[in-house]
């Protein structure tokens, strides 16, 4: 079966750190470009991050430059975002995209509050 199962979010406080995985199954995930979406309440989904299937280029959305490190595991079929430094803007449904016809995971839910 050809899914997107992603793990890893809850509730943290503000400056704190998560690890978001996302386990690829049905599918090489090391020949697509993988990437992580979110959306908060109210507002559009957005790209956060995206990797490469190549040589792990990768490129984020500026209001995360420096505090998420997106990555992968071909070897476990597994894409990570590393969040560092966590802002209550930071709060999303997140989620992980394969982009090639556009599959997507259930989403997990990040929560910034003190």
């Known amino acids: 079966q050809v899914r997107l199962v992603e793990s890893g979010g809850g509730l943290v406080q503000p400056g704190g750190s998560l690890r978001l995985s996302c386990a690829a199954s049905?599918?090489?995930?090391?020949?697509?470009?993988m990437s992580w979406y979110r959306q908060a309440p109210g507002k559009e989904r957005e790209l956060v991050a995206r990797i490469s299937y190549i040589i792990d280029r990768t490129n984020y959305a500026d209001s995360v430059k420096g505090r998420f490190t997106i990555s992968r595991d071909n070897a476990k079929n597994t894409l990570y975002l590393q969040m560092n430094s966590l802002k209550p803007e930071d709060t999303a449904v997140y989620y992980c995209k394969r982009e090639a016809r556009d599959l997507w995971g259930q989403g997990t839910q990040v929560t910034v509050s003190s």
């Open positions: 049905g599918f090489t995930f090391s020949e697509y470009i």
